[in-house]
């Protein structure tokens, strides 16, 4: 089975989606609070979907691709780490991916009860490979929805979810027991069975656009691949919704001004080694990116992940 038959990057179509997220924020976001003390400019319920057979959503208004530790690696090492249950700091580099540290200082983790380099139980690694049952036990969803898809492919309950609402709900009673409340992560597999091809839908509930855009859309794009390598059914679309899709103004304005002056590109092609059968063994040197061109360097913008 072909994961996916792209078009030909000549006459693949430019796209800019992302442009015109950062576009509409711009004009028509809405000031507010943030719990840091600062204030966003938001758009709430944004949809993006993706055709995939036109390439895979890496971002061109910057160079994200390049480097040792570039977007693109750090953002699929995350991705991996999760998938294999990371909740540390440790495991996190082990997967290669190392932009969680200033979120995992003793400071911050000892405020949620948490050891240093500690994200909490209440993670997306844990909730996804551990989500606790109500005997004790933990339930790895990765492994019972692939179970699922194989047995019922026509069920409309393919669902990954990274919240687990009592590790990190804050009040007079309740303490968080997550570093950071996953934003990203709740999905629904959609299976074709007479077409033979998966959508993947993602709910994203809250996005920095400018600084995390990016890497999302990498590992969402690069999981309907996987998933479509795993299950059989070719990838054709990625639906992509962000609850709060926002950037900070008092620090990323100028950020915005340059994006949305740079040219719009193609998206690029990513293959994955066909030997890797499991969700949980991809690892950064089983994906392959080409046709990527980006428009700007990496260093265009200052806030960066």
């Not at 699929?76 to 540390?88: D, H, I, M, P």
Request: contains cysteine.
């Amino acid at each position: 089975m072909q994961t996916i038959q792209y078009i030909p990057f000549p006459i693949r179509p430019y796209n800019g989606s992302y442009k015109d997220l950062l576009q509409k924020i711009q004009t028509h976001g809405e000031d507010n609070q943030h719990t840091s003390g600062s204030h966003t400019r938001s758009i709430f319920g944004h949809t993006m979907t993706f055709n995939l057979e036109e390439g895979i959503p890496v971002i061109t208004e910057r160079d994200i691709v390049s480097g040792e530790r570039s977007i693109f690696k750090q953002s699929l090492g995350e991705l991996f780490a999760f998938l294999n249950g990371a909740r540390t700091q440790k495991e996190l580099e082990s997967f290669g991916c190392y932009w969680w540290k200033p979120w995992l200082t003793k400071k911050k983790c000892e405020k949620r009860g948490l050891r240093e380099g500690d994200m909490g139980p209440g993670a997306y690694g844990p909730a996804w490979t551990q989500f606790p049952m109500p005997d004790g036990g933990h339930y790895n969803q990765w492994d019972a929805v692939i179970d699922q898809i194989a047995y019922r492919p026509y069920l409309k309950t393919h669902v990954i979810t990274p919240f687990i609402p009592y590790f990190y709900m804050r009040s007079d009673t309740e303490q968080q027991k997550v570093v950071v409340t996953p934003c990203h992560g709740f999905l629904n597999i959609h299976i074709n069975v007479y077409k033979r091809e998966l959508t993947l839908i993602h709910v994203q509930r809250s996005q920095d656009v400018p600084v995390g855009g990016g890497a999302n859309l990498i590992q969402y794009g690069v999981l309907s691949l996987m998933l479509s390598q795993v299950t059989g059914y070719k990838a054709r679309r990625l639906v992509y919704v962000i609850l709060d899709a926002h950037y900070y103004p008092e620090k990323q304005e100028e950020d915005v001004k340059k994006l949305l002056a740079t040219p719009t590109g193609k998206f690029a092609s990513i293959l994955l080694d066909p030997e890797v059968k499991r969700v949980q063994d991809f690892r950064l040197e089983h994906v392959t990116i080409s046709d990527y061109h980006p428009q700007a360097p990496r260093r265009i913008i200052k806030t960066e992940v």
